[in-house]
Nanobody, 123 residues
Framework: QLQLVESGGGLVQPGGSLSLSCTAS????????IGWFRQAPGKEREGVSC???????YYTDSVKGRFTISRDSAKSTVYLQMDSLKPEDTAVYYC?????????????????WGQGTQVTVSS
């Protein structure tokens, strides 16, 4: 059974950093594209970043230059390093998997999702 488990969320001040982890089980990570999307209260889901099976990375414009996605296939884990965080980055962040990377940056935001982790940026 394919499972994704996120960790690393929390409360951080504006300008701070957080690193999210997504650990996969039940499938071989390198055969799938993995991404992150977020949803803030009262707002639609937004694709944040993804990494394709070939290691190509994609970012939504609002996080370019601040967020970095990476993958460690040996550990079956994908990371999202978030720097220079802003209050508008506050949301629940979900890890997702799909066989096609573009499916992770917009609806349906992947075929398999984790349970989500809360990120709050506030002073």
């Amino acid at each position: 059974q394919l499972q994704l488990v996120e960790s690393g969320g929390g409360l951080v001040q504006p300008g701070g950093s957080l690193s999210l982890s997504c650990t996969a089980s039940g499938f071989t990570l390198r055969y799938y594209a993995i991404g992150w999307f977020r949803q803030a209260p009262g707002k639609e889901r937004e694709g944040v970043s993804c990494i394709s099976r070939d290691g190509i990375t994609y970012y939504t414009d609002s996080v370019k230059g601040r967020f970095t996605i990476s993958r460690d296939s040996a550990k079956s884990t994908v990371y999202l390093q978030m720097d220079s965080l802003k209050p508008e980055d506050t949301a629940v962040y979900y890890c997702a998997a799909d066989t096609v990377a573009r499916n992770l940056m917009g609806p349906p935001y992947g075929q398999w999702w984790g349970q989500g982790t809360q990120v709050t940026v506030s002073s």
